[in-house]
């Protein structure tokens, strides 16, 4: 198999994380439009907490479903106490509230867990790898694809088919419109603000056992979600997704081409479609 | 205590204490040394750790030549213009004189030059050769084995060690420390006859390195060598183990971070590894041997390289301000160059002409978890030695 496939496949799978890594911030956007500087620390709070659960003995799977509701309920309470009192205000209170709760949580992570970073054993029954050929990959990437590939659906079939959906794509569009139709827009901005922080915790307990846990990549996945979120265009679910993938195919394809400038090649990549569809490359005109 | 409550202690402790330090130390006419370590960012806990190691050969001392002992940390950031700026704030505002730090090599390069054109001392554990070598001068002095011998006692011994593995592949961190490890690996596996069938070069920002391993598979290598530092040859060397490539080639990381990336990465993912390192805490000595005495009396954990590293350099600048019976710089350097003690790895020399601390370094491999005779005991010890460039082929003239 020719290494440029091998790297597209891994870019995919890099790229499948990715997406579920911004899908909240540019859901949350879209209806809120809040610009979510804490967005990384749920991706921290959610790696953290599964290394934690798992260190107490709870299984890895059980970790994957209760870490996210656990984390969504912190970013709802944040949302209802902190948060959803600057949402009338310029965006420069939007980063600055934001930014500092970020630092806190990243503070009060290295209070309890440490400087130093961890590992996550990947579950039982995905170690080890896949071999086409030449070609290794591990299984549990392959798992992680087809679990991001799932919660797609599932998050598309939420938005685009059921009431809650409505109400969401209605309130990224008119919230007083929404409001006047009897729909308490505050608790759907909450549930919002939560589905957001819960899907940037799954992204964060499935990266766990591929990066392990550390009290700074809550940063460095704020950087990616918005290179993704700006390629694919700020409050477009599908262009989540189309950006988290081609980031992740630039940058793995890249690591062979340019490997110097595989990192670089992203915030390029950023660069162009920004020239070339200010909006993104499924944003709405502005 | 856990690495929970020293990280608290850490965290905590840094501001306060060294802010008031600094205010005791002008207060007495102590002697300030200033700690520019990277205290945020992804080498943060590299800096955290020195940070720990100068605070525990101040306290230990105390008091040298009469004069109380201080210290300050400031955030590099990892980035030489900020490590500049903060050693000139530091000289500027504090009379700081004495600088120990410097855990990367561009902003040890850069520290190294300002300290010389402030006049006064810095002594650093980088690891690019040009520190001692090419861009060395007389007000830097360094502690660590550089690429060039990190390469030789780890890179050497294992092809030795392993005649049929012809193939090795390198993943290497694009900046000085980086450069200068490929370049000493290039010329050993040259000497060698061993073909070097292909490298990925890497940003500083990297964290994700499936790309790379991707690069390392398609190019079929017996050896993959993982030329990078810190948090970084952590995610890489777990990403490598998750592709199954120990099962398929050595792996070697001749520049180990130290005991804290081992407790990072566990018994699982480094069994059978090899590994360099400029310090392991198994070193019978006597200063090693006191050192591990006070930090788990005083931390309660085992003292990693970057901690000790930043001890053994602190002392050596203290042990030299003794010596000369002054603060003078100038003094401080002439104690320091040619200076013979007993080191963390036994006898340790300053050499006089490049200001590089002559000592050992260490070929390690992880040992299974069962075999482990306590949680900090990750390694067996396959050789030690010593592999210095001569002056005149590193390339320093002191200025």
Request: proline share 4%; aromatic share 10%.
């Amino acid at each position: 198999m020719s290494v440029y496939l091998l790297q597209t496949v891994n870019g995919v799978g890099i790229g499948m994380l990715y997406f579920l890594l911004a899908v909240g911030l540019s859901i949350v956007f879209g209806l809120l439009r809040f610009v979510n500087f804490a967005h990384g620390v749920f991706y921290l709070l959610g790696a953290y907490f599964c290394f934690e659960a798992v260190r107490q003995g709870m299984s890895f799977w059980a970790a994957l479903l209760v870490v996210p509701l656990f984390v969504a309920a912190v970013g709802w309470v944040a949302e209802k106490t902190l948060l959803r009192h600057v949402y009338a205000k310029p965006h420069e209170f939007h980063i600055l509230i934001t930014v500092g709760v970020a630092l806190i949580i990243q503070e009060l992570v290295i209070v309890q867990w440490g400087p130093l970073g961890d590992s996550v054993a990947v579950p039982t029954g995905l170690e080890g790898v896949v071999m086409w050929g030449d070609f290794i990959y591990p299984k549990y990437r392959l798992f992680v694809i087809g679990v991001t590939a799932g919660l797609a659906v599932l998050l598309w079939w939420v938005l685009e088919g059921t009431r809650l959906g409505s109400a969401v794509r209605a309130g990224s569009e008119s919230p007083e419109m929404v409001s006047l139709l009897g729909i308490n827009v505050f608790r759907l901005f909450s549930l919002v603000f939560a589905l957001g922080a819960a899907t940037a915790a799954i992204a964060g307990v499935l990266a766990a056992p591929i990066r392990g846990v550390e009290p700074f990549m809550g940063i460095e996945a704020l950087a990616v979600a918005f290179v993704v979120v700006v390629v694919g265009g700020l409050g477009s679910f599908t262009g989540a997704l189309v950006g988290g993938i081609l980031i992740g195919v630039v940058q793995s394809v890249m690591s062979t081409l340019w490997p110097e400038g595989a990192r670089l090649m992203i915030y390029v990549a950023m660069a162009a479609v920004l020239l070339l569809r200010p909006n993104g490359l499924l944003g709405k005109g502005g | 205590m856990n690495r929970r409550d020293l990280l608290a202690l850490a965290a905590a402790g840094i501001a306060p204490m060294s802010l008031s330090r600094v205010a005791s130390a002008q207060a007495t006419d102590g002697i300030e040394f200033g700690a520019p370590f990277p205290m945020s960012g992804p080498f943060a806990v590299n800096g955290k750790y020195g940070e720990l190691g100068v605070r525990m050969a101040i306290q230990r001392y105390g008091t040298v030549i009469g004069r109380r002992l201080a210290y300050s940390v400031f955030d590099t950031e990892a980035k030489p213009a900020t490590a500049v700026r903060k050693v000139q704030e530091a000289a500027q505002q504090k009379n700081t004189k004495f600088f120990v730090g410097g855990i990367l090599s561009p902003e040890a390069l850069a520290m190294g030059k300002e300290v010389h054109r402030l006049g006064g001392v810095f002594f650093c554990y980088s690891g690019a050769d040009e520190i001692t070598g090419k861009e060395c001068n007389s007000a830097t002095f360094r502690w660590p084995v550089p690429a060039y011998g990190a390469v030789a006692q780890t890179v050497r011994p294992l092809i030795e060690a392993q005649p049929k593995a012809k193939r090795w592949y390198t993943i290497t961190a694009q900046y000085v420390f980086g450069e200068g490890m490929l370049a000493a690996t290039k010329d050993v596996l040259k000497e060698k006859g061993v073909e070097l069938v292909g490298n990925s070069y890497h940003s500083l920002a990297e964290k994700e390195f499936s790309g790379y391993l991707t690069n390392a598979m398609a190019a079929k290598p017996d050896v993959l060598v993982l030329l990078n530092f810190g948090t970084q040859s952590t995610d890489a060397l777990r990403q490598a183990i998750s592709f199954g490539l120990h099962k398929k080639m050595t792996i070697l990381v001749p520049w180990t971070s130290g005991l804290e990336q081992f407790q990072s990465l566990g018994a699982e993912s480094t069994e059978g590894i090899y590994f360099g390192a400029q310090y392991w805490h198994s070193v019978d000595s006597p200063t090693n041997r006191e050192l591990i005495t006070q930090v788990t009396r005083e931390l309660k954990v085992t003292p990693n390289y970057t901690l000790a590293a930043a001890f053994i350099c602190t002392k050596c600048v203290i042990d030299a301000i003794a010596k000369a019976g002054s603060t003078e710089p100038k003094a401080v350097i002439s104690a320091l160059e040619g200076m013979k003690f007993e080191g963390l790895t036994g006898q340790e020399q300053i050499r006089k002409e490049d200001h590089q601390v002559i000592k050992d370094y260490y070929l390690l491999r992880g040992k299974a978890k069962k075999q482990m005779k306590d949680a900090d005991d990750y390694v067996d010890v396959v050789s030690s030695g010593q592999s210095f460039l001569s002056v005149e082929q590193a390339g320093c003239k002191l200025s």
